[in-house]
């Protein structure tokens, strides 16, 4: 499943619609909420309104404006009603009730449980039109019926900062309604002995709202001899063209562009948002380890994780549904605490959107490490820029999220020779936060990048969910 632009329910509630004050001003500060809706409209937010017309036609003169269309104000029990039927018909991803002067809560109780979704209330931080008490009376009449989740922002929306709030709650909104709609095809069983990578199938459904198709890593095997010349070639100039490669066509290459092929029937057939491939030892002893044909699945914007590590595969969908930007599974070979340096290597895909630079080496062949069967792996650095790590992991009876900023940079120092391999594809993080709390939560050998600041998105998805951040 592709990421896509959040759909919202736009409202804007208050008991005193049309009310002149004793200065002989229009009251609600109807102007802001306007303002509001174009905000979001043009961060990429699809609105649903009330008898499909906007709060203010035409140029938006002041925050308290004479000129609205009191029509959609939703201002009776009557309106509420409909205004429900219409948002949940429409299978909003959220409702952003803005709130622009006082109201009366109790309209109001009925219409968020039928609408069944999370609530952004909002109101500015103004004095005019006494627009903050009704936010006031809002939350605490939705904590006294326990209704859950909503979030609360009090600051006007040429604020920056409230309207990125504003944006990152309604972004992981959609994020969760479309893991609602996920399904994540896991070729393989239990990955390497990784007892924090594996999923509960009944987890997944409660918490996250994704289920799983349940393969077989072999399965892939029954396809891979019907693919033609014609069909490898041209899946092999698109790897020359997007690394640099000059790795033959034969052997190893040959085998796992015939994965590639035989991941994208299945993917089709079976409908998958994402996946993970289990190669130890079923295809790194018995065919080759698919580790090109998973970097090209990464770089078209499909998720499939290396060891069909489900954890791993999850966390990363997720930061595909929040970003574009290429993401990375590798292992956290080092935290240097002095220089607060994440050294990371993984063997070894590379989504071919992250790597440094095209070269000629930039597939080479892989060692028998973890398979009989000859292999090939991305031999390439990762690119500079801003990154944000993250991992889900279950701890006893409930989920976490490690959550980390920092910035990926072309390391001076090769260190692959001096783990090992030192062909091994590669980045270097500095990270923004304290390192002894990331070393304290690491709880597998990977961890997960994506080249993109997506830290904020990740919270508001935690509170969603149910899920604790943790944030180092």
Not at 119 to 148: K, N, P, Q, V, Y
Not at 333 to 339: L, W
Not at 343 to 362: L, Q, T, W
Request: contains cysteine; glycine residues 8%.
């Amino acid at each position: 499943m592709k990421r896509r632009n959040p759909r919202i329910g736009f409202m804007v509630a208050t008991s005193h619609n049309e009310y002149v004050d004793d200065t002989g001003t229009p009251f609600p500060v109807m102007g802001m909420a306007e303002n509001a809706l174009r905000k979001l409209e043009g961060l990429g937010c699809e609105a649903i309104l009330y008898k499909g017309k906007r709060i203010v036609d035409g140029e938006v003169k002041g925050i308290q404006v004479p000129n609205y269309n009191s029509d959609v104000v939703i201002d009776t029990r009557k309106k509420a009603m409909e205004v429900a039927e219409l948002f949940h018909r429409e299978d909003v991803d959220c409702v952003v009730m803005f709130i622009p002067t006082f109201l009366w809560a109790n309209l109001y109780m009925q219409m968020v449980k039928i609408i069944d979704r999370p609530l952004l209330l909002w109101a500015g931080d103004r004095i005019e039109g006494c627009e903050a008490i009704g936010l006031w009376a809002m939350r605490g009449a939705l904590d006294t019926i326990g209704f859950r989740p909503f979030k609360c922002l009090y600051g006007v929306p040429e604020n920056k900062k409230i309207l990125q709030e504003a944006f990152n709650f309604i972004e992981a909104c959609r994020v969760k309604q479309q893991l609602r709609r996920s399904l994540f095809g896991q070729f393989g069983s239990m990955p390497m002995g990784m007892l924090a990578g594996v999923m509960d199938d009944a987890d997944w459904i409660n918490i996250f709202g994704v289920t799983a198709e349940h393969l077989e890593s072999q399965s892939l095997l029954r396809l891979v001899d019907k693919y033609d010349g014609k069909q490898l070639e041209e899946v092999y100039q698109r790897i020359v063209e997007r690394t640099g490669s000059s790795y033959p066509l034969k052997g190893p290459m040959e085998k796992n562009i015939r994965i590639y092929l035989a991941m994208r029937e299945m993917i089709e057939d079976h409908g998958l948002d994402f996946a993970g491939l289990k190669c130890t030892f079923e295809l790194s002893d018995h065919y080759t380890a698919p580790c090109i044909s998973q970097s090209l699945l990464l770089s078209e914007g499909f998720v499939s994780a290396c060891t069909t590590e489900p954890m791993g595969a999850l966390t990363m969908y997720i930061m595909k549904l929040f970003s574009d930007a290429p993401v990375y599974q590798g292992d956290a070979e080092q935290v240097q605490r002095d220089t607060r340096t994440v050294r990371m290597a993984s063997c070894g895909a590379m989504d071919f959107n992250a790597i440094s630079e095209k070269a000629s080496n930039s597939i080479v062949d892989a060692p028998h490490l973890e398979g009989e069967a000859n292999s090939i792996w991305m031999n390439t650095q990762g690119k500079p820029g801003r990154v944000t790590f993250a991992r889900l992991t279950k701890v006893r009876d409930h989920y976490v999220m490690q959550i980390a900023r920092g910035e990926a940079f072309l390391s001076p120092e090769d260190y692959r020779p001096a783990l090992g391999f030192p062909t091994v594809n590669w980045t270097t993080i500095r990270l923004e936060g304290d390192p002894e709390r990331f070393i304290e939560n690491l709880r597998s050998q990977y961890i997960h990048l994506s080249w993109d600041d997506i830290a904020d998105r990740l919270i508001e998805l935690c509170g969603l969910l149910g899920v604790e951040p943790i944030v180092c």
